[in-house]
Nanobody
Framework: QVQLVESGGGSVQAGGSLRLSCAASRYIGSPCLAWFRQAPGKEREGVAGISSVGRTSYADSVKGRFTISKDYAKNTLYLQMNSLQPEDTALYYC???????????????????WGQGTQVTVSS
């Protein structure tokens, strides 16, 4: 049974901040952990990823605003989101890679285990 549990979503105004958490349990040491999001009517897209050695990667749309990190002691993955905009509104998913492709950045890995998601809504 996959155990990736997201929390921290909510509603904020544009320019605000949120921090998402993902209880990653045994997946914390995975080659890649990542955050994805899916807005209504759109495909799921990678937002940020972090490798087992802490190398991070980001989608261009969130670079400079979002920061991914992990805490091994707490088995938790985080996504700090600043300067949120209405276009960031989506269901955010935590992911741990299942089939790892070394030539692909963590936020673009597609064969993942998935959490259930946490909703982020940004109003203008």
């Amino acid at each position: 049974q996959v155990q990736l549990v997201e929390s921290g979503g909510g509603s904020v105004q544009a320019g605000g901040s949120l921090r998402l958490s993902c209880a990653a349990s045994r997946y914390i040491g995975s080659p890649c952990l990542a955050w994805f999001r899916q807005a209504p009517g759109k495909e799921r897209e990678g937002v940020a990823g972090i490798s087992s050695v802490g190398r991070t990667s980001y989608a261009d749309s969130v670079k400079g605003r979002f920061t991914i990190s992990k805490d091994y002691a707490k088995n938790t993955l985080y996504l700090q989101m600043n300067s949120l905009q209405p276009e960031d509104t989506a269901l955010y998913y935590c992911a741990a890679v299942k089939i790892y492709r070394p030539d692909v950045p963590c936020y673009l890995q597609r064969d993942n285990y998935w959490g259930q998601g946490t909703q982020v809504t940004v109003s203008s």
